[in-house]
């Protein structure tokens, strides 16, 4: 991965990821070109929606 590659340039070259500005909530700078989030949150946001889907399919409520 080139770290001088822009958002755009990344996307015309076929890239899943480049190097962009850091992240305000976690200061990574790794972000996916298509939608321009930070890799790191993303994943963070995957996990707890899916640890959220399993406690409902358990029929636990949604922590406060």
Do not use: F, N, W
């Amino acid at each position: 991965m080139d770290p001088d590659l822009t958002r755009t340039q990344a996307a015309h070259a076929q890239q899943k990821t480049y190097i962009g500005r850091p992240c305000p909530q976690c200061s990574a700078t790794l972000r996916y070109t298509s939608s321009g989030q930070c890799v790191e949150c993303s994943k963070a946001r995957a996990a707890e929606h899916s640890e959220s889907l399993r406690a409902a399919l358990r029929g636990e409520s949604k922590p406060e």
